[in-house]
Antibody, heavy 125, light 107 residues
């Protein structure tokens, strides 16, 4: 079965650090970009970051640049999100998603086609 | 960053009704847009990609259209299991951005 499973969430104090993990199975992990998306309680979805197949390129939303680092270990079929200098506004469910490229009508499109169940991060004193 | 504006923010419709949700981009994004469905307490699910292409396994009552700045998700005949919040997501440029969501309820 194709799936991704997040872990590592929890309660952390403002200014603290936390590293989330995402374990992938059922597909060739090293062939896919991967993405983190978050959702604050009662709010909408926010794209956070993604990373290239070999880890050589990453993109971030402005609000986490310089504080969060996305990285991967293809030998372990795992994706990570290292979060430093955490703020109350980082409180959210964090989802890991597979970022697939689809070729359609002579163009390429990125889709988030496999999602995990999410892991909750609470930043509070 | 490209802003994605969805409307309405919520709607209530009867079973069997035709439902339309719109998404407007702050600049042209070709057809680089997907639609996602999120049921309460669950992870999002891909419905439509490249603005109008149905993801495998998604019921044919869902359809998408549009290009450039204006996009539409249509549910041709609303079913009870379609109760969810729907989001558009542009994959034209970084950072990727979601619309704020449209909550669909049964009247």
């Amino acid at each position: 079965e194709v799936e991704v499973v997040e872990s590592g969430g929890g309660l952390v104090q403002p200014g603290g650090s936390l590293t989330l993990s995402c374990a992938a199975s059922g597909f060739i992990f090293r062939s896919y970009w991967m993405t983190w998306v978050r959702q604050a309680p009662g709010k909408g979805l926010e794209w956070v970051a993604n990373i290239k197949v070999d880890g050589s390129e990453a993109n971030y939303v402005d609000s986490v640049k310089g504080r969060f680092t996305i990285f991967r270990d293809n030998a372990k079929n795992s994706l990570y999100l290292q979060m430093n200098s955490l703020r109350a506004e980082d409180t959210a469910v964090y989802y890991c998603a597979r970022d697939s490229t689809v070729f359609e009508s002579f163009a390429y499109y990125d889709v988030l086609d496999i999602w995990g169940q999410g892991t909750m991060v609470t930043v509070s004193s | 960053a490209i802003q994605m504006t969805q409307s309405p923010s919520s709607l209530s419709a009867s079973v069997g009704d035709r439902v339309t949700i719109t998404c407007r981009a702050s600049q042209g994004i070709r057809s680089d847009l997907g639609w996602y469905q999120q049921k309460p307490g669950k992870a999002p699910k891909l419905l439509i990609y490249a603005a109008s292409n149905l993801q495998s396994g998604v019921p044919s009552r869902f359809s998408g259209s549009g290009s450039g700045t204006d996009f539409t998700l249509t549910i041709s005949s609303l079913q009870p299991e379609d109760i969810a919040t729907y989001y558009c997501l542009q994959d034209y440029s970084y950072p990727r951005t979601f619309g704020q969501g449209t909550k669909v309820e049964i009247k």
